[in-house]
């Protein structure tokens, strides 16, 4: 694939997430900018039509970022979005999309390195398995008409 | 409540593939409940089968809406408006809803989005299970509220048989043996005795096996 | 009598009734139905004949007590409620007696989930406690289940399966009860390993002069293997095999094993003899048909009385 620089959305928990992400940039570590980040109050506020939307809108992976077992800052908000990561990542695979560009990731606010290097996995695995296939079929389609 | 599950998404994308236009329609009630064909439901449906033709080259557009319930005729007139722009109805009621979209829509392929199971209870959160076949005369009254038909494996009125384990089906560990439970009940509302009479011969006309059953309500009927 | 059934006879007269099994083939295969009652000939009183045991299709088990008929031997009808309903059963009732069979023993069957049909639809359009009834109707109203006249009536001998041991205990001796409340005239039990609890079940019917309303038949099932038994103890349902039976059976070299199965069962029906309420034994050798004549003569069962048929 020639230069496919894949768009990662990742929904991050504003008390773990989103925390260790600012702590990556405060330590001026690098992450890919492929990762868009979407701060949200608690990683149990993304519902599965979020991740499905996001996909659908061509997002070539998303992931869900929370916080530690046990450490949730609403009990657990974390443990409720991993279940439903499991549960879109089994229909993911059901129409061919691939459940494997959606993950669920725990950490905690002072994990900035974490953070980096989360992005750069989910980056480099994402640009393994190739764009969206929601996007390729139209665009080789719109290639081949012109 | 009627429970249902959505259907594997291969057969759904099958029903659907002649298309372009359809309206997916979602049921407030139960499919709602048990968390099959709610508008949440609808919502997540939408978004995969869109997904699915988008992958093949090929587009879908899907009108999203959920009624109050499909099996009055009163909210499935509420589709009339949609009706005429789309090629096709997804419905993700139950059967009954299904069946109601077709008769009112007679010239409109419709395609059920759920398999349509049973009538139960929530047991706890995600976790439906059958209590109710419908049998048309209600034993529940001499079983101290639980159901030997819809719950023994072999519907026995006089059970347990001797496959009975630890209060556990023989069928399956994960079910429990109905006359177990009745016979506990039976115990906690201190009425064994009523245990010894013997329950007589099923009168299975009351059911399904009558023929499809109709209710008419004279006083109600305009 | 109620009937012509040559069990009746035997438990009327006191002695001790035997009776054993016989599993018709999986195919049209009328020899081997022959062949195995043929083994029990002279050994016991009547031969079961199973219906679609484990829900795996076999031979009707009311064609094979035709051949079994026959063969000058007493077939004991067994049916189940899982295959048929009340039409089909009572057509097969009145079928069977036209050919002479006057036993039978009435049960709910495995569930389809066990044999080779789990797909098929599970009937039960009556249980066994109603289909007891309906056959004493039958045979002392003379009426069909729905009312109508017999012409003819059937005089079964009517029996039921008692499991001592499955759950919950404390309901075993009431659902025997309702068995006889029904109209049960002999019961066979779940062969017994468990010599203490089957003791405790009897003496709970005793207790409530069940004892003398029907006739109860002790399972007897002789263990092959140690592989047997403890298959028997973990994988099937409502069978209670105590520890020390598999440490026997573990203690003997393998060819030692079915001569040590064998006394097993030999020593069970000699207790058994002396528990008040007993009045016969029922030996199930499943696929080992030949071992039974040993077990009945070790047993100190033989001879059979002689009943003209």
Redesign the interface.
Known sequence: MENFEPVIVAFCCHYCAYTAADMAGSKRLCYPPNVKIIRVPCSGKV???HI??A??KGADGVYVAGCLEGDCHFKNGNINAAKRVAYIKK?LD????GGDRVEMILMSAGMGERFAQTAVDMTEKIRKLGPN???S??R??ASNAA | MITAERKPMEELIEYLRPYHRILLVGCNECVTVCSAGGRKEVGILSSALQMAFMKEGKTLEVKEMTLERQCDPEYVEELVNEIDQVEAVMSMACGCGVQEIARRFKTKPVFPAVNTEFMGASERQGVWAERCQGCGECVLGLTGGICPIARCSKRLLNGPCGGSTNGKCEVDPDIDCAWQLIWDRLKALGIEDRYEENIAAKDWRTGRGGGPRKIIREDLVK | MKTESVLEKIFASGEFAVTSECGPPRGAVPEKVIEKAKMLKGYVDAVNVTDNQTAMVRMSSFAACVFIKQLGMSPILQMVTRDRNRLAMQADILGAYSHGINTMLCLSGDHPHFGDHPMAANVHDIDSVQFVQMIRDMRDKGKFQGGDDILNPPKMFIGAAANPFADPFELRVSRLAKKIKAGTDFIQTQCIYNLDKFEKWMEGVRDRGLHEKVNIMAGITPMKTVGMAKYMKNRVPGMDVPDEIIKRMAGVPKEKQPEEGIKISVEAIERLKSVEGVKGFHVMAIEWEQKVPEIVEKAGLLPRPQIDL
């Open positions: 519902d599965a039509i499905m939307k996909l659908e229909l059901e129409i061919g999309i296939p929601v996007k079929a139209s080789d389609k």
